[in-house]
C-alpha cells in the first residue's frame, strides 16, 4: 500500500520557518514534488527534486526562501521554509512519481502565516 504522509505545518508569523516533512511507503519513488493550494485559489507547483538529489526546481515566488531535500534512505523528502509571508498560507500537499506507474498525492498539510 502506498502512502505519503506530510508532517510539519503549522502556524507561524511572517518571517518565520518551518519544515515540512513527506514520508513515502510502498513504492520506489523517482521526482517528489511539493504543491499547495490557498483557499479559494488552484493548485500550484512549489518546489521539486530528483531522485539523485541533483536538480532541483522552484516556483519562481519561493525560491531563496525555500529549499527542497530528499533522504532516500528514509524515503523522505523535506521542504525547509525561511522567510514565510501571509501569502505562503495554503495546504501544501507531498507529490510523488514512482519509477513506473501513476502519481501519489498526500493528504496535505496546513500552513498558516500570519503578518
Known amino acids: 500500500q502506498v502512502q505519503l504522509v506530510e508532517s510539519g505545518g503549522g502556524s507561524v508569523q511572517a518571517e518565520g520557518s518551518l519544515r515540512l516533512s513527506c514520508a513515502a511507503s510502498?513504492?520506489?519513488?523517482?521526482?517528489m514534488d511539493w504543491y499547495r493550494q490557498a483557499s479559494g485559489k488552484e493548485r500550484e507547483f512549489v518546489a521539486g527534486i530528483l531522485r539523485d538529489g541533483g536538480k532541483t526546481y522552484y516556483a519562481d515566488s519561493v525560491k531563496g526562501r525555500f529549499t527542497i531535500s530528499r533522504d532516500n534512505a528514509k524515503n523522505t523528502v523535506y521542504l525547509q521554509m525561511n522567510n514565510l509571508k501571509p501569502e505562503d498560507t495554503a495546504i501544501y500537499y507531498c507529490h510523488a512519481l514512482p519509477l513506473i506507474g501513476y502519481d501519489y498525492w498526500g493528504q496535505g498539510t496546513q500552513v498558516t502565516v500570519s503578518s
Open positions: 510502498g513504492r520506489t519513488f523517482g521526482r
